[in-house]
């Protein structure tokens, strides 16, 4: 009998396909849980534990594998459950219910509402962009930039700005915290959307003059933003475009998930743009998913990047040895990266 000694593995290097089938079936989870904060599962539990018969009744649900999508929730570590079945109560888990109730100021939920009602069917087409490195969004098969067709359509446009800042907040709220604001007087969002980062750096440093600058049909979803958390007085909302027109002065100027929608000719224009408005000794801060320079550890970051191959015509993401060599060229004397939250950091360039 032939021996097989040769080509067994030691027990201790013995490979899985575990990681390879947890990838690769990963959109059945993700899909999950896309459908459980669409139908504001985590919402309604937000307001108290509840049965599998409450929650189909009142989230319109059918019987039929009822118990096995609140009990993948569950394996998920997104659910607690008291009892088995018909005499299980489903609760959230804290993180759900801190991030994933659309009562809760912390809610960070209209993200995954847009992955799952606008992303989701968009990466089916990932292979069609790698192969011709065009978008596989809205603007597929024609010439028209992403924002122009998303900015056509007011219910769109609010989901996508309600996700936007969504994503950001704890991010944002870390830098409004954590940035040394001390020697600065004005602050200016450029493509600053909902307001959010501006009210959060002046929540947090009184002394401060904020703007946010974006184009007219967002800047009144900014102003219904900053009415409502009653900062009108101290964040001011200018139109304007980013790319057609000056920046406002200020002493610190920041970019949040804009350049990484461009192309490389356009991030180095916007960076010299700033630098031209910022006085000697302002800050540019841009916030992104940054890159790791050796590009094997920010998984969400490359992910990120892929999704700018979805979502535009050049964008795509970079490191921060990137973003040093285009601020050093347009400049700036020097930079620092700061960790923010997860995958997300802001880059400094010093004028």
Known sequence: MESTLATEVPKQQQLSPTRIMDTGMGFWASKVLLTAVNIGLFTRLGRGPASAEKLKTKLGLHERNLYDFLDALVAMGFLHRRGLKETAVYSNSPDADLYLDKNKATYIGSLLEMCNNRLYGFWNNLEDGLRGGKPQNEVKGGDKPFFEVLYSDEKRL???????????????????????????????????????????????????????????????????NIERLDFTPRVKVVEGDFEDDEFPKADV???????????????????KKAYEALPEGGAFVVIENIIDDYRNTNTFGLLTSLNMLIETHQGYDFTANDFDQWARSAGFRRTTKMALTGPTSAVVAYK
């Open 253 to 271: 100027i920041a970019m949040g998930l804009i350049l990484h929608q461009l192309g490389t000719d356009a991030k180095r224009a916007l960076i």
């Open 158 to 224: 609010r989901e996508y700005i309600g996700a936007m800042g969504g994503f950001q907040m704890e991010n944002f709220m870390t830098f409004a915290r954590e940035f040394d604001f001390s020697a600065y007087n004005s602050f200016c969002d450029i493509g600053g959307a909902g307001g959010n980062l501006a009210t959060q750096v002046a929540a947090s440093h009184p002394h401060m003059e904020c703007i946010t600058f974006d184009l007219p049909v967002v800047s009144s979803i900014a102003r219904e």
